[in-house]
């Protein structure tokens, strides 16, 4: 047969949609399927791209993604662990460990899952890492474990502020127990509706979260407590700062409650009281004047800060957790206060969750001293 024949059937196999299945044509083909859903056909065509070009990790990898799709979980593993054989360092390597880890969780295995995600949490790769943190946290808010996973989101959010799966995640855990972190909850949530696929399903779901919370949080906005005498509160509120400065803590006491007493919705002589208390050992006192002072400013750093190092002290670490929560998503890169999470979970035997605080505390400060770093360390992972 002349090569003009040849020619001839070759256009007119072109012309009737017979392309060559070259590598690049069955790529695009697996993907578009995957990306359609159709989980089968991307299977299908992945496995052409490996007997027309031959063994390869990154095929493997997308296969073993579509069977996870399909529900294939043993096929899936299999695929997963043929490409960690074909390429057992570097990205491609941990992303291969992330489908086993996928894999664990689609069978149940949480443990198994939360070993192999919690060696990806410092991957090379930014996305595994990200991936696994998030990963990680589901299983650990699965499991109870609220504030080890609140760690984990946040060091997910630090590196990567605009990753709309970790604001989501962040809304989702802040509105479990024991969190409840509504306004953090309907922030995070604002955030991942603008950056969420539109029309996707968690950007419905974000939308909703939305309403709800706003709803709510209006529900208990607290009225605030009627003004009273401002003149005579401020007067005995400079006297307090006066003594303050001077240390003279008993007088500064005494003023303080006089302007609490004077004007009950003056932020700052309710917080003036609760440092003159807190330095006089009136602990009660103290945390009760912080309470006033967080009633009139919920968001108020210092308050939250000193309320929460108060509480810790007293050995009342429930409550020094609470105090201490909402400070943590507004400011998750403060030292101090991941460094008093920490100590606060050592102290209520939460050692798992408190190695978790304790490693994203050196991440903020990688020049931490090194009996610090021995100490974390020495904490249980589970």
């Not at 299908?44 to 529900?71: C, F, K, M, P, W």
Request: charged share 25%; net charge positive.
């Amino acid at each position: 047969m002349s090569r003009y024949v040849w020619l001839s059937i070759f256009m007119a196999a072109l012309a009737a949609g017979c392309a060559p299945e070259t590598p690049e044509r069955l790529s695009v083909r697996a993907e578009e399927a995957y990306a359609a859903g159709d989980y089968a056909k991307a299977i299908a065509a992945y496995e052409r791209l490996l007997a027309v070009d031959g063994e390869d990790a990154t095929t493997y990898a997308n296969l073993a993604l579509a069977a996870l799709g399909a529900q294939d979980t043993a096929y899936a593993k299999r695929c997963a662990e043929k490409a960690l054989a074909l390429q057992n360092a570097g990205p491609l390597a941990e992303t291969a460990r992330e489908l086993l880890g996928m894999v664990a969780e689609e069978e149940k295995d949480a443990a198994g899952a939360a070993r192999i995600y919690r060696g990806l949490t410092d991957a090379q790769d930014a996305g595994v890492r990200g991936r696994a943190r998030s990963r990680l946290a589901r299983l650990y808010a699965d499991q109870g474990r609220a504030d080890g996973a609140l760690a984990l989101l946040l060091a997910a959010a630090n590196e990567t502020p605009t990753d709309a799966a970790t604001l989501y995640n962040l809304g989702s855990l802040c509105v479990r127990e024991p969190l409840r972190l509504r306004q953090a909850a309907l922030d995070y949530f604002r955030q991942a509706e603008r950056l969420l696929p539109k029309g996707g399903r968690e950007q419905r779901t974000a939308k909703d979260w939305v309403t709800r919370l706003e709803a709510n949080l209006a529900r208990l906005r607290q009225v605030p407590p009627s003004a009273g005498d401002a003149a005579a509160c401020a007067e005995q509120l400079r006297l307090a700062q006066e003594a303050m400065a001077k240390k003279r803590w008993r007088s500064a006491e005494t003023y303080a409650r006089k302007a609490a007493e004077a004007d009950p919705s003056d932020f700052g002589a309710a917080l003036a009281l609760g440092r003159s208390c807190a330095r006089n050992g009136h602990r009660e006192a103290a945390l009760k004047a912080y309470d006033a002072a967080l009633a009139l400013r919920p968001a108020s750093a210092d308050a939250r800060a000193e309320a929460a190092q108060l509480a810790y002290e007293a050995k009342r670490y429930g409550d020094a957790a609470d105090y201490l929560r909402p400070l943590l998503v507004v400011q998750p890169r403060n030292r101090f206060i991941a460094d008093l999470m920490m100590r606060i979970l050592t102290a209520q035997r939460k050692l798992a969750d408190a190695r978790v605080w304790g490693e994203y505390y050196l991440a903020l400060d990688p020049k931490a001293p090194e009996s610090y770093r021995k100490w974390v360390q020495s904490l249980p992972r589970e």
